[in-house]
């Protein structure tokens, strides 16, 4: 009897604490263990009419896009692009494409976001310029796999997010970062997949301890006429400073295809398994070596292109960022990988 009363009570208090009608969401599609606590819920985030907001949190930022076809009921994906070094939010959100419509994961419009980093000492040690950790000219002290970690966990209680769905890419320093968030089990836990793009991989951002404590699906281009981050890899840069060291872009792929599994390569390897098991030209002037490391493991992939003739630049065929490709990265195969790989 007093439990019935009891339970009365707790319906009744329920019905009051449901959220008006206008925000009653088709329960469907927030069922899934994968929606963010942002599913169902307006988001007190303010979108200007071209679907953006920055967001700022103390002296950090974010640049958001949402997909036109948004809405709270649905969890989406989510892919974060890192600007290279001395660039911002706006140069990345224009070079990636990532905001262009009609890119869709799992057959919803993506969430893209776009962090600013914090302003570093430069190249001459003098100046101010954005850079993400793990290079020579970083902001001592500055923790952005922290911060990362901030802006998914900021991402998924102000939006609908699809929290299996959620991918790391960056261009340059940019990209050198991405790798270092893969590199590193407590974000390599939160990012389905990976694509560093003409990585500048000093040892900060691609450390010989590199230990992700999974198997990381990794989605890599480099220009063969890169001058700021050879293909071929520098000990130094052109002041003979070894800080600036960068390990050759194969070697680099090798070391991500034997930590997911790959080889050492043997004479019985036998295709598909084995580093670099499969060279294809998928577009005129581009190499893709594709190591596939295991035949159970979805996730155990490498994915290396290497474009004759581009030099520091995210492949478009528009030219975005310099280089003119016959692909895009970003709709051509970015994309599609991210798709291909989800977190369980
Ligand atoms: C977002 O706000 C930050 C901090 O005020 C600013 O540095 C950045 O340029 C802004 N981004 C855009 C796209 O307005
Ligand atoms: C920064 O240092 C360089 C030498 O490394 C010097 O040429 C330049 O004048 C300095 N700039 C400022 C603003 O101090
Ligand atoms: C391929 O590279 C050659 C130079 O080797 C260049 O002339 C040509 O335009 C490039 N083609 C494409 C489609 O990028
Ligand atoms: C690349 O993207 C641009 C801009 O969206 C588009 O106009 C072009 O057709 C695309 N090219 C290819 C080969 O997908
Ligand atoms: C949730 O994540 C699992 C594991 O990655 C995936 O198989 C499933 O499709 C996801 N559910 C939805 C509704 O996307």
């Not at 069922?31 to 819920?41: E, H, K, L, T, Y």
């Not at 430069?122 to 911060?147: H, K, L, M, T």
């Not at 290396?304 to 895009?328: E, R, Y």
Request: net charge negative; with cysteine.
């Amino acid at each position: 009897m007093i439990f019935d009363v009891f339970a009365t009570i707790l319906l009744v208090v329920e019905y009051f604490a449901r959220p008006p009608l206008r925000y009653r969401l088709p329960t469907l599609d927030i069922a899934s263990s994968n929606a963010s606590s942002g599913c169902g819920v307006e988001s007190s985030w303010q979108f200007d009419s071209t679907n953006h907001a920055n967001i700022t949190m103390g002296d950090r930022s974010f640049l958001v896009h949402i997909p036109p076809s948004y809405i709270a009921a649905t969890p989406h994906a989510l892919v974060l692009s890192y600007h290279g070094f001395g660039e911002d939010d706006l140069n990345q959100e224009k070079i990636s494409g990532l905001s262009q419509q009609g890119l869709k994961i799992n057959g919803k419009g993506i969430i893209a976001v776009y962090p600013n980093a914090q302003f570093g000492p430069g190249r001459s040690g003098n100046e101010s310029v954005r850079a993400w950790q793990g290079a020579p000219y970083s902001p001592p002290g500055v923790d952005d796999i922290a911060f990362t970690q901030t802006v998914v966990q900021q991402m998924q209680s102000n939006l609908c997010v699809d929290s299996s769905r959620i991918y790391a890419s960056g261009k340059s320093n940019g990209g050198g970062f991405t790798n270092l968030l893969a590199c590193t089990q407590s974000t390599a836990n939160i990012f389905a997949a990976f694509s560093p793009v003409s990585a500048a991989l000093y040892s900060g951002a691609n450390p010989t301890n590199c230990a992700p404590g999974r198997t990381v699906p990794i989605i890599n281009f480099h220009g063969l006429a890169d001058t700021t981050v050879p293909f071929y890899g520098q000990s130094a840069d052109d002041r003979g400073d070894t800080a600036y060291a960068t390990p050759s872009i194969t070697q680099y792929r090798e070391a991500w295809a034997i930590r997911n599994g790959c080889g050492p390569p043997s004479c019985s390897d036998s295709p598909p398994l084995g580093i670099n098991a499969i060279i294809s030209n998928p577009d005129a002037n581009t190499t893709l070596l594709q190591s596939i490391c295991s035949a159970s493991d979805n996730d155990a992939i490498v994915n290396g292109f290497t474009v004759k003739c581009l030099g520091h630049s995210w492949p478009s065929t528009l030219g975005l960022d310099g280089g003119i490709t016959d692909f895009n990265a970003t709709t051509t195969y970015i994309v599609p990988f991210f798709e291909s790989h989800t977190l369980t």
